[in-house]
């Protein structure tokens, strides 16, 4: 059995951890996606802090999508932990997951009965809470359908039939007032076939723990993944054609023309992002699943804020949004290489992959360093936003290929020579 819980944050993630270390799993925590399928080597069970609780309706979809994704093509099953007293952005994280896992219907239970906290008629109550109606907080639409599981029916044993007939996509608001109630809604969808996107606090992590460890509750059956979840090693990074990610938040005008000449040269596909939390979902829809398939084929990719959602007071946001964005594709397809434009964005780069330190191969142009990140050998180029030429870009793809034996895949630019006073020319 793998389990991967997804936190918004670090507390969280090892607080519905200790559960199944009780109950006997191997357990790890981390503050790092990619480092999700290196873990699963050692133990049965990782829970990652997506760092969301405080992060933008946008970051957090798009975190939370890739974390899913990377978790079920580790064959995980996944627990989206969320806090008791339904802090930070949990209705937009769930609909994420379901998102990423389109087979599976969503339990939620945010009961935490051992602090006084319980769902009693789809409110969530206790002490020091001002009632939450759980209909509120996950209002739809979504996929499948909304029921509410009340203790009646739960402790009756009548929740299974309708459990049970759920169609995927389907959102379950569940009432728990002690733990028995919890372990009876484990048990009971467990009886099920469906796949089930568990989310609650540490109260219904505790509840799964018990259960699967009898094993009173047998886990679904891989079948119920799609295909997009098959197994493979994102770690081994195979030789051949690889694309390349070139991720730019900052907003220096030089960008402009830089990443024209790359389309124009390489065929690169640009994608704008939209501090939108609407629009994100619809990037993951439409544009997420054709950027994937350039990239498969050695295509380079672009990834970039829209102008039209600029703003200094959020360009930390957008940053984020851009690299959460640009991981989600490298999990997917771990074989590129990676450009970075601007310092803060390479840094955050390098934290989403878990690089912690690179080496220096080589000079693109003036400033603009080639290197080999030291833990999975990625090739990444930084330059800072407002440095180099019209075709700095170009020729940022033209050396990673050819660093890998690949190239020159683009039609040539000119050579880059200095002008009488030592400056270089921009190329035409």
């Excluded at 793998?2 to 507390?11: H, N, R, Y």
């Excluded at 809604?185 to 009886?191: E, I, N, Q, Y």
């Excluded at 219904?204 to 679904?220: K, Y």
């Amino acid at each position: 059995m793998k389990m991967a819980i997804l936190a918004d944050d670090l507390t969280g993630a090892a607080d519905a951890a200790l559960p199944f270390e009780r109950a006997g799993f191997t357990v790890a925590v981390t503050t790092s996606v990619s480092s999700l399928g290196d873990l699963f080597c050692g133990a049965e069970v990782v829970s990652a802090d997506l760092a969301t609780r405080s992060a933008s309706g946008p970051v957090a979809y798009v975190s939370t999508f890739a974390a899913c994704q990377h978790a079920l093509r580790a064959e995980a099953f996944v627990y989206k932990k969320v806090d008791s007293q339904l802090r930070g952005r949990p209705r937009v994280e769930v609909a994420a997951a379901l998102a990423a896992w389109p087979k599976a219907i969503a339990i939620i239970a945010p009961a935490l009965p051992e602090r006084g906290r319980v769902v009693r008629d789809g409110r969530l109550q206790g002490r020091g809470l001002r009632p939450l109606a759980l209909t509120d907080v996950f209002s739809g639409p979504w996929p499948g359908r909304t029921w509410q599981v009340g203790l009646a029916d739960l402790r009756a044993g009548t929740a299974l039939d309708r459990l049970a007939s759920l169609p995927a996509g389907s959102v379950v608001l569940a009432d728990a007032i002690c733990q028995d109630d919890l372990l009876a809604l484990v048990r009971t969808a467990g009886s099920t076939d469906q796949a089930v996107l568990w989310v609650g606090a540490g109260a219904l992590a505790g509840a799964l723990a018990v259960c699967v460890s009898a094993p009173e509750v047998p886990l679904p059956p891989m079948s119920l993944f799609d295909g997009s979840t098959q197994r493979h090693a994102p770690y081994a990074i195979p030789p051949g054609q690889r694309g390349v990610v070139v991720v730019m938040a900052s907003r220096e005008p030089v960008n402009r023309s830089q990443v024209e000449a790359l389309v124009a040269r390489a065929g690169a596909v640009v994608s704008e992002l939209v501090l939108d939390e609407r629009a994100s979902a619809a990037w993951f829809s439409s544009e997420y699943k054709i950027l994937l398939s350039h990239l498969e084929a050695g295509g380079v990719v672009v990834l970039c804020s829209s102008p039209a959602s600029a703003g200094a007071s959020e360009e930390g946001q957008h940053t984020n949004l851009v690299v959460t964005a640009a991981l989600a594709l490298i999990l997917a397809c771990p074989s590129v290489d990676l450009v970075a434009t601007g310092g803060q964005t390479a840094r955050c780069l390098l934290d989403a992959i878990g690089e912690l330190s690179c080496r220096v191969v080589g000079e693109v142009e003036p400033g603009i360093p080639q290197l080999r990140t030291e833990k999975l050998g990625y090739g990444l180029i930084t330059k800072a936003g407002s440095f180099g030429t019209e075709l700095a870009l170009v020729r940022a793809v033209e050396a990673l290929q050819s660093w890998r034996g690949h190239g020159p895949a683009l039609a040539s630019p000119p050579a880059l020579e200095p002008d009488r006073d030592g400056h270089y020319r921009r190329g035409e």
